[in-house]
């Protein structure tokens, strides 16, 4: 698998794997990835095998931290350590371009999730009451980041 910085091309197997991924929330559709091709404070990487899309994670810059906004691997890859080396790279995009912090938010009950969040240093801050579709929890989770640049 080789990371590429997200482009068009790539938006429709994404949200095939934003579905599989997020079928008991609110997947993203592919309207609501485009902007995200432009936008100055987005930042997504695509693992992909030749043209076939993996894996995807982004996150938006905000000051000087890194909100991750997105992270799946497509279903046939998963429990493989797809997921270990995205949430790896984009971790290390991150420091690379000087961001202090990272966060993000998770269903309280996908402990696969929180279980590799924790395993690069996330730690729970907090909750948000009914964040999935106004019904499901989510946790607010952090990640101190060090200097790589």
Same mark, same amino acid.
């Given at each position: 698998m080789t990371f590429v910085p997200?482009?068009?091309?790539?938006?429709d197997q994404m949200v095939?794997?934003?579905?599989?991924a997020f079928e008991h929330e609110s997947p993203w559709t592919k309207n609501m990835f485009i902007p995200e091709l432009s936008h100055p404070y987005?930042?997504?990487?695509?693992g992909v095998s030749g043209d076939e899309v993996i894996s995807y994670?982004?996150?938006?810059t905000v000051v000087d931290e890194a909100h991750i906004t997105n992270i799946a691997v497509k279903n046939t890859y998963r429990g493989k350590g797809f997921?270990?080396?995205?949430?790896?790279?984009?971790? +290390? &995009? *991150?420091q690379i371009v000087g961001l202090k912090r990272m966060t993000l938010e998770v269903r309280v009950d996908n402990y696969p999730a929180i279980k590799l969040y924790e395993s690069y240093?996330?730690?729970t801050a907090g909750v948000r009451k009914k964040?999935?579709?106004?019904? +499901? &929890? *989510?946790?607010?989770?952090?990640?101190?980041?060090e200097d790589n640049k």
């Open positions: 997200l482009a068009y091309e790539h938006l095939e794997i934003e579905k599989e987005a930042h997504y990487i695509i994670a982004g996150y938006h997921g270990k080396l995205t949430l790896s790279r984009l971790i +290390y &995009d *991150a240093g996330f730690v964040y999935y579709d106004g019904k +499901y &929890d *989510a946790l607010i989770m952090w990640k101190e980041l």
